[in-house]
């Protein structure tokens, strides 16, 4: 934690500028030892000083610095900033002399983590701000900000401030029944305020789907037999022609990916290659990676021949699809050959490839599966890392039992135990209680400088 930190914080190539970021106790005197300019010591915090980098009397750059006193910045440490040139070899030479003289090479997210470990923010805000520098929507960037806000974080320390309360005055109750002087707590009034927690809760269980959508997109596979029409459906879609169309069967033998905007979400479409017994050994690798894609996926689109009766096999594995799944009837514009009423989904839609006739249907269609515009309606207070869920959920089943205890008449003093415990699951969530292993490895999928 008192260790001088440095790392190049803008990717490192030819650039308009370059910044190297420094924080810890020393770093105005360590970079004092390699700058020419304004004494670094006396300048006013928050200010951007001009001079150069120099190394044995060699100028190395001409350079802006930043100077940003503990404790309002990012890490609540010194930081600075030099502003040099962009170029690889100049950058390097910065970085290099600030290594040399006192710095140590950050780890990712190093800077995040002082954040974190300083009080600066808290974990969910941390979370948020790697996804803010991932992220690849507008939709996406709103969430991140959000939650780099605190929004979300005000939400769970509310409901932690109603267990510690709750708590309070069950254990001054029952240790000290004589000399408590506050309303009497009933079963009633535990309930009330149980429920209110567990609805907060829930609401966040209930949208963590949508917060993965909306930071990840939906995966979307294009599925069916050979030649039905899938990588044109992804060509049209696209609106170029990603995936090699052509009239021969098993033309498409390995997956074929590109991702288009809809309604503020990101599509993620896979075409693959298409389904069917085969002898050949590279087209059978595909029908794999195909089936392997269907697992994964949030959503499959099933394309059928409309002038062609559904197979066994096709009618099998529409039915078997547990996850979102449209039809897609393609060639609609030939003499119909098809029987859709075994097919157990209503979500089917005609159309072909030839004049993109059916494609905004298919748009509108998954716009209504996933609520896409409900979703970008909604507040950002969603949680969305399987390890805040999973936390999340833990609390749950915890005031589920204090509610059920309750109903049970269950000393309050073991209704305590349950109170407790989703206190410090969420606790956990925001980092108010955590385990080292955990931060190090969550702060590691950070990019370096940040």
């Known amino acids: ?65 930043s100077v940003m006193r503990a404790p309002k910045t990012f890490t609540r440490e010194d930081i600075i900033e030099i502003n040099s040139h962009g170029g690889i070899a100049t950058t390097n030479k910065i970085y290099e002399l600030l290594l040399e003289n006192g710095c140590r090479a950050a780890l990712p997210g190093e800077f995040t983590k002082k954040a974190f470990l300083n009080g ?39 409901d932690r401030k109603k267990l510690i309360s709750l708590q309070s005055e069950l254990e001054v109750e029952f240790d000290y029944p004589d000399e408590f002087d506050g309303p009497e707590m009933t079963n009633e009034r535990l309930l009330k305020s149980l429920n209110i927690i567990k609805e907060d809760l829930n609401s966040l269980i209930e949208h963590a789907s949508d917060a993965k959508i909306i930071k990840d997109g939906i995966d979307v596979a294009i599925i069916g037999k050979p030649n039905v ?16 169309v052509t009239n021969i069967a098993g033309t498409t033998r390995d997956i074929v990916e590109g991702s288009i905007m809809l309604s503020g979400i990101k599509l993620n479409l896979i075409d693959t290659a298409g389904i069917r017994e085969t002898d050949d050994i590279v087209e059978k690798i595909g029908v794999n990676k195909s089936l392997e894609v269907l697992k994964n996926a949030n959503l499959a689109i099933f394309v059928l021949d409309n002038s062609e009766k559904i197979s066994d096999e096709e009618l099998n594995l529409i039915n078997n699809t547990n996850i979102n799944k ?13 029987d859709i009423s075994k097919i157990k989904s209503s979500n089917i839609i ?37 390890r805040d869920i999973a936390l999340c959920m833990n609390a749950y089943n915890s ?10 008449n269950i000393p309050y003093e073991m209704i305590a135990v349950d109170l407790k415990d989703a206190y410090d699951y969420l606790g956990e969530i925001i980092g108010e209680k955590y385990d080292e292993d955990v931060i190090d490895e969550m702060f590691s999928k950070f990019c370096v400088g940040k």
């Open 399 to 408: 005031i589920m039992n204090a509610i059920t205890s309750v109903n049970n």
């Open 1 to 65: 934690m008192n260790e001088n930190i440095c790392a190049i914080s803008t990717a490192l190539g030819v650039g308009a500028i370059s910044i190297v970021r420094c924080s810890g106790t020393d770093v105005i005197d360590i970079v004092s030892k390699i700058y020419k300019g304004k004494d670094l010591h006396k300048v006013d915090s928050h200010t951007i000083n001009y001079g150069h980098i120099v190394s044995n009397g060699e100028i190395i750059d001409e350079v802006l610095v």
């Open 326 to 338: 449209i039809i897609f009837i393609n060639k609609n514009d030939l003499n119909s050959n098809i």
């Open 350 to 386: 005609y159309g072909n490839t030839i004049n993109a006739n059916g494609l905004d249907d298919l748009k509108k269609k998954i716009i209504d599966l996933f609520n896409l515009d409900e979703i970008k309606n909604n507040n950002y207070n969603y949680l969305s890392n399987a």
């Open 120 to 158: 600066r923010i808290d974990l969910l805000q941390a979370e948020a701000t790697n996804d803010l520098i991932l992220s690849d929507t507008d939709e996406s960037r709103k969430y991140a900000i959000s939650r780099m806000d605190g929004n979300l974080s005000k939400l769970i320390k509310k």
């Open 229 to 244: 029409g899938k990588s044109s459906i992804l060509n049209n879609l696209l609106d170029e022609n990603k995936a090699i």
